[in-house]
């Protein structure tokens, strides 16, 4: 059964930063893309980052510049490095892992930029 957990959300200051992270198991990691997508209350799912098996990585305008996505497969763990974070930023975070046909969500984890 694969399984996808995400942790790291958290109520940060505006211009702080936070470091998501997702852990896979059930599954052999390597074999997928990863990413990062991300939920504000009345808007749709986006794509925030993306990073191949390879390890080559795709961002969001919005957060170019801002979020780093890395992978560490000896640890099944996908990372978001967030910086500079504004109230805009605020969302259910969720993690994705997509081999082909195959597709999983992880539960998600908050993330609120405030003051």
């Known amino acids: 059964q694969v399984q996808l957990v995400e942790s790291g959300g958290d109520l940060v200051q505006p211009g702080g930063s936070l470091r998501l992270s997702c852990v896979v198991s059930g599954t052999i990691f390597r074999g997928y893309v990863m990413g990062w997508y991300r939920q504000a209350p009345g808007k749709q799912r986006e794509l925030v980052a993306d990073i191949s098996r390879g390890g080559r990585t795709n961002y969001a305008d919005s957060v170019k510049g801002r979020f780093t996505i890395s992978r560490d497969n000896a640890k099944n763990t996908v990372y978001l490095q967030m910086s500079s974070l504004t109230p805009e930023d605020t969302a259910v975070y969720y993690c994705?892992?997509?081999?082909?046909?195959?597709?999983?969500w992880g539960q998600g984890t908050q993330v609120t930029v405030s003051s």
């Open positions: 994705r892992a997509t081999d082909g046909p195959y597709n999983y």
